[in-house]
Every structure is written in C-alpha cells, then in structure tokens.
C-alpha cells in the first residue's frame, strides 16, 4: 500500500475542506446559524477523513508487523 499517496490525498481533501470552512465563516452575507448548519457537514467529514487514514495507518502498521514475524 502507497501509504504516502494515500495520505497525501487525504490531507488535500482535509485541506479543501478547511478552505471551504474558512469562506463560510468568512462570508458575511449568511448570519451564525446557517453558517452552523453549514459546517456541520464539512466538520464531520473531516473527521471521518482524519479516522480513516489513522484506521489504515493501522492496517498497514499490523500488516507488515505480520509479514516480519513470518521472515
């Protein structure tokens, strides 16, 4: 597993993300409730984003802990 790529792209979505959250608190024009409801979303993707790459930051850890046990 490219572990590097996979990170790399996920920090890019995180990224985008944060833009995304920043235009929004940025933006005068909607009042703080819907700039609540609208970053609810971005919030919870982010951190369902950040839990997936430490879930396979695991995975492959496990893994290659298992293929030195075998050599």
């Given at each position: 597993?490219?572990?590097?790529?996979?990170?790399?792209?996920?920090?890019?979505?995180?990224?985008?993300?944060?833009?995304?959250?920043?235009?929004?608190?940025?933006?005068?024009?909607?009042?703080?409730?819907?700039?609540?409801?609208?970053?609810?979303?971005?919030?919870s993707?982010?951190?369902?984003?950040?839990?997936?790459?430490?879930?396979?930051?695991?995975?492959?850890?496990?893994?290659?802990?298992?293929?030195?046990?075998?050599?």
């Amino acid at each position: 597993m490219d572990m590097e790529l996979i990170e790399k792209n996920i920090n890019e979505i995180v990224d985008s993300l944060e833009q995304e959250v920043m235009a929004l608190v940025m933006d005068e024009s909607i009042d703080k409730q819907m700039t609540n409801i609208h970053m609810k979303p971005l919030a919870s993707t982010k951190k369902i984003l950040l839990n997936a790459l430490e879930s396979i930051k695991m995975v492959d850890r496990l893994h290659k802990e298992e293929l030195e046990k075998l050599s």
